[in-house]
């Protein structure tokens, strides 16, 4: 069974910076695209930042050159690092999982964890 956990979010101010974590599990293929996404109330789910089994990363506008997403295979973890928070970043952050990069890209990921809490105030 695939599951998906997320851990680091918080409540910061402006300017500051948090590191959020996911941890795969029980993932049966030699392949992986993995990415955060985040949904603000009232929003629509929105992608952050992926990065697939080779290390190749794609970022939204929106936080390109303040996040960055990286990965530790041997963890089967995948970490969002955040700086220079803004307050429109606050948000509920949602990892997920496909095999194919285009599921990723498009916003229908297979696998999706429970979400972490992101909150930036002014």
């Known amino acids: 069974q695939v599951q998906l956990v997320e851990s680091g979010g918080g409540s910061v101010q402006a300017g500051g910076s948090l590191r959020l974590s996911c941890v795969l599990s029980g993932w049966p293929y030699k392949t992986v695209v993995m990415g955060w996404f985040r949904q603000a109330p009232g929003n629509k789910r929105d992608r952050v930042a992926d990065i697939d089994t080779v290390g190749a990363t794609a970022y939204a506008d929106s936080v390109r050159g303040r996040f960055t997403i990286s990965k530790d295979d041997a963890k089967n973890t995948v970490y969002l690092q955040m700086d220079r928070l803004k307050p429109e970043d606050t948000a509920m952050y949602y990892c997920?999982?496909?095999?194919?990069?285009?599921?990723?890209?498009?916003?229908?990921?297979?696998?999706w964890g429970q979400g972490t809490q992101v909150t930036v105030s002014s």
């Open positions: 997920a999982a496909d095999i194919s990069y285009n599921m990723m890209e498009t916003g229908f990921p297979s696998y």
